[in-house]
């Protein structure tokens, strides 16, 4: 629970503070008397008398009422301070800077625990401990450097790691990128990333709330509190950038499906962001790259016009943007050739506009009004402009700054020049403006924001889906694989279409079905679990003295307790799966069948419960996504019937929540149907 004492106090105390600045609790009090803390401010240390010229107590007890403690003492001594604090002086705000709890051993860890039960008694809110603190216009509750010029129309920034944070912070600054409030929540005892970001979420002002969220996060404990927080967020017009930390598994884990084998925690990280409409960064530049175009101008297509006076960057930035799917259209009606006479000869207006190295601010102007006014095609302009040093370029960054004024189209300023353009930087920053200093960084990052889609709210509802059965099958499941039969009933309770089959385990019944099914039939054995790897599948069995003859041979491998048979079927393979990965749910996954999953990983993955809307829209993001198409005259697959076949498997987890993993593969796909021909189930409660 956040409450206002830990937000906005009226009254802040400093256990441990100190006049040594090196010291966390020195530099936490010179942060906030350098901050201009509007409350109350005490001290307390048993050592002094007066600490930077504040009074200091003797002891907690010897303080008035006071709502904030930011706490800067020996873990050892920390509780019983805790209890005279919520006991006696009605705080109910606490950031503990100290470390020597969960982070280092199981006594650290009790005492952490005893730390929280404290501060719950009495309804208060903990940030740390652990951490540097807190950072927001009210109060500069951190003991390290950087400060930001604090904007409430910046970034609220929001960190599992003290360091990164300041690091983060140390990334943007210089391009001009405003924080408006940084929390770091070290070791989350009581108040992790999750719980702040649901507090921003339950308390946001569209009219005052900053509406760019960063995050840093080490581990995801809540996922579920995330994506609910975050799509709540961005369905009222928030934008939010994360770096997850941990994106490699140290080891593999042991998984007896093509779906287990593709999940890990890192994959339902992604099917987390992408669900919730969060972009995902892997470094600091790249967040920090993500959140400067948070700030410009919304970009509301595709097209981008690139605007230089140096062809290499130029080239660079084409490639990078082209690469992940946005335009540079090329520009060549008779407009241009209008433009092309303001400029210098053997200038271009092609696109990239090249208006070379002798260019003008004048002209730029022109060409932006150009690109603004006359182009309907173009969504957004990139302005590479930088300087070998033989004259100021004061008036070029001007032009950009008053242009990003007026201009409907999103403007993004890539000045390279960092060094011998130092002071004209600085005096475009003053403006209150934010650059770009690496082109293809910047390039990289649109791609990501672009092609990272807004969270959609269609819940999956099939009326023909039967939840009791589904149920019962379940419930009456051992743990392990379900037999053929089952997976079966299973299906056929979610409406999802199969072929038809037959399970044997005498040569005569063998021989009768498939003659019911129609030849050719494919025969698989039941038992083993990797078929095709003890040869216990064989296609297109075209007469009944060959089914009998297989059925000999196949009853004989090790494991195998029958024969399954099916009519053999044609069409795409394709392959759809789930695998329940701890806290986060279900994960559902889908793709091209064949070498598509076997050698190319080609898949896409979403967290369960999905829409058929989502499903499509991921469909359509496959690699191979042509084959499902249809290419060279070849019969295409039926995308919708393909999606809801995924919305039904994430329907039948929802409610089946003891599915571990499950495959459909393959799933053979036409223009008039889909279906799946084979299927395993793993139940694990």
Do not use: W
Not at 201 to 219: A, G, H
Not at 542 to 558: C, G, N, Q
Not at 655 to 669: K, Q, R, S, T
Not at 674 to 684: F, G, Y
Request: include cysteine; charged fraction near 25%; proline fraction near 4%.
């Amino acid at each position: 629970m956040i409450n206002n004492k830990l937000l906005f106090p009226d009254s802040i105390v400093v256990v441990g503070g100190s006049n040594d600045l090196r010291k966390p609790g020195g530099k936490v009090l010179k942060n906030l008397i350098d901050g201009k803390f509007k409350g109350d401010l005490y001290v307390t240390n048993p050592k002094e008398t007066e600490v930077q010229g504040i009074k200091s107590y003797k002891s907690p007890l010897d303080l008035p009422y006071v709502d904030l403690a930011i706490i800067a003492i020996a873990a050892k001594y920390i509780i019983e301070t805790v209890e005279l604090l919520t006991k006696h002086k009605n705080t109910k705000g606490f950031i503990v800077l100290s470390a020597g709890f969960s982070e280092e051993n199981e006594e650290g860890r009790k005492l952490e625990e005893k730390l929280v039960e404290i501060i719950d008694s009495v309804g208060g809110s903990l940030i740390g401990p652990n951490c540097i603190g807190a950072l927001s216009p009210e109060y500069h509750g951190v003991f390290t450097s950087p400060i930001p010029k604090l904007d409430l129309n910046g970034c609220d920034f929001i960190s599992g790691s003290g360091a990164t944070a300041c690091f983060i912070m140390e990334s943007g600054i210089p391009q001009g990128l405003p924080f408006a409030r940084v929390f770091s929540v070290g070791n989350s005892a009581q108040l992790g990333v999750e719980e702040i970001l649901e507090y921003m979420d339950d308390t946001f002002d569209i009219n005052k709330s900053p509406k760019i969220k960063l995050l840093y996060i080490e581990n995801i404990d809540k996922p579920d509190k995330l994506l609910k927080s975050a799509k709540s967020l961005i369905s009222k017009g928030c934008k939010i950038a994360a770096i997850k930390a941990g994106s490699s598994e140290a080891g593999s884990r042991a998984a007896s499906s093509h779906t287990g084998a593709l999940a890990s925690s890192d994959v339902a990280v992604n099917a987390l962001f992408n669900k919730a409409g969060i972009v995902r960064c892997y470094g600091r530049e790249e967040l920090i790259n993500v959140a400067s175009i948070f700030m410009h101008k919304e970009l509301k297509g595709k097209n981008i016009a690139i605007i230089t006076h140096a062809g290499g960057p130029a080239v660079m930035l084409t490639d990078a943007l082209s690469n992940g799917g946005l335009s540079i259209p090329h520009i060549d009606d008779d407009k241009a050739g209008e433009l092309l006479n303001e400029l210098f000869p053997g200038s271009s207006v092609s696109n990239p506009i090249d208006f070379l190295a002798t260019g003008t601010a004048e002209q730029l102007g022109k060409i932006i009004d150009f690109v603004d006014n006359e182009l309907e095609d173009i969504d957004g302009m990139a302005i590479i402009f930088g300087t070998a040093g033989l004259s100021k370029v004061f008036d070029a960054y001007d032009m950009i700054h008053e242009k990003m004024k007026t201009c409907e189209k999103p403007i993004y300023p890539i000045l390279p020049s960092i060094e011998t353009a130092a002071e004209e930087i600085k005096d475009f920053l003053s403006k209150g403006r934010i650059f770009f200093s690496d082109e293809v960084l910047f390039g990289k990052s649109l791609v990501k924001i672009v092609n990272t889609k807004a969270p959609l709210d269609e819940k999956p509802v099939f009326d023909d889906i039967n939840k009791d059965l589904i149920r019962q099958i379940v419930d009456d499941a051992e743990d392990g694989y379900l037999s053929p039969g089952k997976v079966q009933m299973l299906l056929d309770a979610a409406a999802i279409p199969r072929a038809g089959e037959a399970i044997v385990t005498k040569r005569e019944d063998a021989v009768e079905a498939a003659t019911k099914l129609g030849l050719p039939v494919v025969m698989k054995v039941v038992g083993p679990v990797h078929k095709s790897d003890v040869g216990g599948v064989v296609l297109n069995v075209k007469d009944l003295e060959t089914v009998a003859a297989e059925f000999d041979r196949m009853m004989k491998i090790k494991d195998t307790t029958a024969i399954l048979l099916q009519p053999m079927l044609s069409g795409t393979e394709l392959f759809t799966g789930v695998k329940r990965e701890d806290k986060f749910g279900h994960l559902v996954m889908y793709g091209l069948g064949g070498i598509f999953i076997e050698v190319l990983k080609d898949v896409q993955v979403g967290l369960s419960p999905i829409s058929k809307g989502e499903a499509l829209g991921m469909i359509k993001n496959l690699n191979g996504y042509g084959i499902i198409k249809g290419v060279r005259g070849q019969e295409g697959v039926n995308e919708k019937m393909f999606a809801e076949i995924v919305s039904r498997i994430s329907v039948l987890v929802e409610i089946a929540p003891e599915i571990f993993e499950m495959d459909l593969n393959p799933l053979l796909g036409k223009a008039d149907k889909v279906v799946a021909v084979d299927a395993r189930i793993r139940i694990e409660n």
